[in-house]
Each structure stands twice: as C-alpha cells, then as structure tokens.
Antibody, heavy 118, light 107 residues
Framework: EVQLVQSGAEVKKPGESLKISCEGS????????IGWVRQMPGKGLEWMGI????????RYSPSFQGQVTISADKSISTAYLQWSSLKASDTAMYYC???????????WGQGTMVTVSS | EVVMTQSPASLSVSPGERATLSCRAS??????LAWYQQKPGQPPRLLIY???TRATGIPARFSGSGSETEFTLTISSLQSEDFAVYYC?????????FGQGTKVEIK
C-alpha cells in the first residue's frame, strides 16, 4: 500500500525551531515529488513548496520562501519541513502529499498539527 | 503566480440534486487541473486530475471539464457523503496553487 506517514503533533514556543517529517512507503520515493501544504485553522489549503527526492530539486511558493526549509533523505524515504524560528502565525495543520506533473497530489499524509504558543 | 478563483464560496444543495462548482485560473493552466475533496478532520482526497480524469475509486457521479482558464466540477446526484469542501489546484506552473475552496452544504 502506498502511504505517507507524518510525524506527530507538536507544541512549541515562539522563537523555537522545529522539523517535521513525512515518510513514504510502498513506492519509490526518489521518483515522485513530495509537497507540503498548510491549512490554518478554519481556512483553505496553501501550497508551500515541493521537493524531488531523486535530485533534491526544490521549489517554494513566494509566500513561504525564506520562511521554511524543505529537504529530503531518499535513503530513508523521508521528506522534511523545518522552521528556524517559529511564530504564533505558524500554528496550522501541515500536510505532505505525493506529487506528479500528471495528476497533482495523489496521496496525502494524515497531517501534522503544529501549535505555537507562549 | 497563477491565482485560482473558485465560485461560489458555498453552495446549498438537497441530496439527489446536481451541484456545479467553478474554478477560474488567472492564466492558462492547460488541462493540468485537479479537484480535491476535504471532509472535517481529514486530509484532502484527489477526485479529478487532468481536468477530467477521475482518480482511482472515485464514483462516476463526479465529473470534471474545462481547459485553459475555466474549469468545472459537477456532482450529478449528491449523496450524503459528498457534503464537504472542494478545492481546485493548477499544477501547470510553479508554484502550484489552490483555489480558496467551495463548501457544499446540505439544503
């Protein structure tokens, strides 16, 4: 079964750093894009960025460029989303999803809730 | 970036009725357009890709059409499990972008 399994919920303070993960299984991770999508409470989906683990080609939305870092370790079939200094406004659900230029995002992770509060 | 605009923002429909959702792109997306369904507490689910191809396991009552800048998702006869929020997304240009969503509610 093809699936993406994300790391668990996080509660952090403003200014702290964080790295969340997304592990793929049931397929060859190096052959597909993995993207990250933010959903703030009660709001819509926002495309943050995407990485191709095969060659680490990474694209960011201008809205998130410089705010987060996307990386991947294909040897363990895992992609990451990280922040160096969290803000309260980073409080959201974060989804990873498998992407292709054929069909967009066909497989989604279960989501990681990040809460940033003092 | 390509701005995706969905209309209406919300739609009240009775079970068994037809629902028509629209999505407009600010520049051509060719047919690289996907529709997703999201229910409360769940991740989105891919319904349609390539503007008109149903994803695996998606019922035939869901259909997509359109190209370039105008796209439509039609649900031919709404079932109780179809009440949800629907998003369109273009994946023709970086960054890939989502519409703001259309909420389909029970009338």
């Amino acid at each position: 079964e093809v699936q993406l399994v994300q790391s668990g919920a996080e509660v952090k303070k403003p200014g702290e750093s964080l790295k969340i993960s997304c592990e793929g299984s049931g397929y060859r991770i190096s052959s597909f894009w993995i993207g990250w999508v933010r959903q703030m409470p009660g709001k819509g989906l926002e495309w943050m960025g995407i990485i191709y683990p095969g060659d680490s080609d990474t694209r960011y939305s201008p809205s998130f460029q410089g705010q987060v870092t996307i990386s991947a370790d294909k040897s363990i079939s895992t992609a990451y989303l990280q922040w160096s200094s969290l803000k309260a406004s980073d409080t959201a659900m974060y989804y990873c999803a498998r992407g292709t230029t054929l069909d967009g995002f066909d497989i989604w992770g279960q989501g990681t809730m990040v809460t940033v509060s003092s | 970036e390509v701005v995706m605009t969905q209309s209406p923002a919300s739609l009240s429909v009775s079970p068994g009725e037809r629902a028509t959702l629209s999505c407009r792109a600010s520049q051509s997306a060719s047919t690289t357009l996907a529709w997703y369904q999201q229910k409360p507490g769940q991740p989105p689910r891919l319904l349609i890709y390539g503007a008109s191809t149903r994803a695996t396991g998606i019922p035939a009552r869901f259909s997509g059409s359109g190209s370039e800048t105008e796209f439509t998702l039609t649900i031919s006869s709404l079932q109780s499990e179809d009440f949800a929020v629907y998003y369109c997304q273009q994946y023709n240009n970086w960054p890939w972008t989502f519409g703001q969503g259309t909420k389909v509610e029970i009338k």
